[in-house]
């Protein structure tokens, strides 16, 4: 081989490694990528399965208030009305009440205004 050859195989080999070091982190970030995809996928469809299993723990839970078993009894047993998601008893109202004046005031103390003529 001339002294030109083997330059010109010694620049290819080195660009060849270059290359093929960018070439490596494509491929590692692809292979990662498919890690991200298979997580998300198990994600979704452990999502889909807790909705499910809160959705039938909230209709077993509805069925035994209605055979007869209390709310209190029912957490004794260990079984909450809040793991279904959705509480048996209504929410109360979020509306906020008006505060008591700080010192009340007996009608005695209340002294009529004179009437504006």
Known sequence: MTRSGTRRKEAA??????????VDQVAQLAELGTKVDDAEAAVEAATA??????????VQYRAAIAAGW???????????ADRGGAPTKRARSRRRQPEPAETPVADSEIQELPAAG
Do not use: F, H, N, W
Request: aromatic content about 4%.
């Open 49 to 58: 399965a807790l909705a499910l299993a809160r959705q039938d723990y909230a």
């Open 70 to 80: 209390t709310d209190d009894q029912l957490a004794e047993a260990g079984c909450s």
């Open 13 to 22: 080999d080195v660009a060849r490694r270059l290359l093929q070091d960018k």
